[in-house]
Nanobody, 126 residues
């Protein structure tokens, strides 16, 4: 079992920055790929970014490339999502999720992810 807790959401003006954290406990964090997803009202859950267990590979959806950066600290069992140049369309509930992975490739589809956090609200508005 892996428990995930997100933090760091809030209200920010367009062009601002936030750093989300996903703290894990309860299992072998090092062996899990971690993904960040978001869901805006009336929209489907969207994969934003993911990072492999080995920390060797990262992936981003096109709309956040160059603005968001995912990192992980396996010594702290924590994954971060640094979000810069935020836009109103980034407004959503952000979730982190995990699944055990052996390959050096993670998935931006929610289907493989068996562990989910409760989400943190990000609102970008002036």
């Amino acid at each position: 079992q892996l428990q995930l807790v997100e933090s760091g959401g809030g209200l920010v003006q367009p062009g601002g920055s936030l750093r989300l954290s996903c703290a894990a406990s309860g299992s072998t964090f090092d062996y899990h790929h971690i993904g960040w997803f978001r869901q805006a009202p009336g929209k489907e859950r969207e994969g934003v970014s993911c990072i492999t267990a080995s920390v060797k590979s990262t992936y981003y959806t096109d709309s956040v490339k160059g603005r968001f950066t995912i990192t992980r600290d396996n010594t702290r069992s924590t994954v971060y999502l640094q979000m810069n140049s935020l836009k109103p369309e980034d407004t959503a509930i952000y979730y982190c999720a995990a699944y055990p992975g052996m390959l050096n490739k993670c998935d931006l589809s929610p289907h493989p992810y068996g562990y989910w956090g409760q989400g943190t609200q990000v609102t970008v508005s002036s």
